[in-house]
């Protein structure tokens, strides 16, 4: 009896720890968490599962709790641009659920993927009901519209290998984890998805990784990739035009 009662009490500790985590609900009174927890749903995707498509009308807010999930727009020829790779904690379908417009990009998970996702209704509750909510929306806008100008400036005035570069060493400082070798990125992409976070070829991409490994800058096995000499992949991008 008394374990029962522990557990079900340490699972509450544990969604409310989760919960204090997000962006938007940091600081909100244990009280409405304990009342959000209820209005949060589980769901579980295998890599390679798409979330939503663009264009679809948007009904739910996901968070993810653990795995990645890329966003992308489609081209008609089957090529595909990557804005941003969301991972633990970042939130996901915002936009639509606020201005009440179609998906403005795809969602599809690059690997094992666990959320919760909470309804457009109850969403909107907790932005009308907890300005804090309003000022981490605005704070988690504000944050992918300066990486989309990095992303932006990077394509007018680096070349290829500066921009790699970059992209290799934004990873690495989000989700990078140091090894023996030196430092693994943290996210298993293929070339052609890091092509296409950089608007390159993926033969252009696989061509300088390869010069890289010979300089013993990166190391690349599999959809493996490890800064070995981090200066150097740093010299890269401040050198490129
Ligand atoms: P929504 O438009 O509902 O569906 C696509 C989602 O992708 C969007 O909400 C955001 O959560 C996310 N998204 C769209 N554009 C970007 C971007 N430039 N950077 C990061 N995330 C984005």
């Given at each position: 009896?008394?374990?029962?009662?522990?557990?079900?009490?340490?699972?509450?500790?544990?969604?409310?720890?989760?919960?204090?985590?997000?962006?938007?609900?940091?600081?909100?009174?244990?009280?409405?968490?304990?009342?959000?927890?209820?209005?949060?749903?589980?769901?579980?995707?295998?890599?390679?599962?798409?979330?939503?498509?663009?264009?679809?009308?948007?009904?739910?807010?996901?968070?993810?709790?653990?795995?990645?999930?890329?966003?992308?727009?489609?081209?008609?020829?089957?090529?595909?641009?990557?804005?941003?790779?969301?991972?633990?904690?970042?939130?996901?379908?915002?936009?639509?659920?606020?201005?009440?417009?179609?998906?403005?990009?795809?969602?599809?998970?690059?690997?094992?993927?666990?959320?919760?996702?909470?309804?457009?209704?109850?969403?909107?509750?907790?932005?009308?009901?907890?300005?804090?909510?309003?000022?981490?929306?605005?704070?988690?806008?504000?944050?992918?519209?300066?990486?989309?100008?990095q992303?932006?400036?990077d394509?007018?005035l680096l070349d290829?290998p500066g921009r790699l570069a970059r992209r290799l060493l934004a990873i690495a400082n989000?989700?990078g984890?140091?090894?023996?070798?030196g430092v693994?990125i943290?996210?298993?992409?293929?070339?052609?998805?890091?092509?296409?976070?950089?608007?390159?070829?993926?033969?252009?991409?696989?061509?300088q990784?390869?010069?890289w490994?010979?300089q013993r800058i990166v190391?690349?096995?599999?959809?493996?990739v490890t800064i070995v000499n981090r200066s150097a992949l740093e010299r890269e991008y401040s050198l490129s035009?």
């Open positions: 009896m008394t374990t029962r009662r522990s557990s079900a009490s340490d699972r509450t500790d544990e969604a409310l720890d989760l919960l204090t985590n997000v962006v938007l609900f940091r600081n909100m009174p244990r009280r409405m968490l304990l009342e959000l927890a209820q209005k949060l749903r589980p769901v579980q995707y295998r890599a390679h599962t798409d979330i939503f498509h663009e264009g679809d009308e948007g009904a739910t807010l996901y968070i993810i709790l653990k795995g990645a999930v890329k966003i992308f727009i489609p081209s008609l020829d089957g090529r595909e641009v990557v804005l941003a790779v969301h991972r633990k904690y970042d939130l996901l379908g915002e936009m639509s659920l606020l201005d009440d417009e179609p998906r403005s990009a795809s969602a599809t998970t690059i690997e094992n993927t666990e959320a919760v996702s909470l309804s457009r209704h109850d969403f909107l509750a907790v932005l009308d009901r907890h300005p804090e909510a309003q000022r981490a929306i605005i704070d988690v806008l504000v944050a992918r519209l300066r990486a989309t100008n992303s932006i400036q394509a007018y290829v989000e989700h984890e140091a090894t023996e070798d693994d943290g996210l298993r992409v293929s070339q052609q998805e890091l092509a296409n976070m950089i608007g390159a070829s993926r033969v252009a991409v696989n061509k990784l390869q010069q490994r010979k190391d690349v096995n599999r959809q493996r035009p």
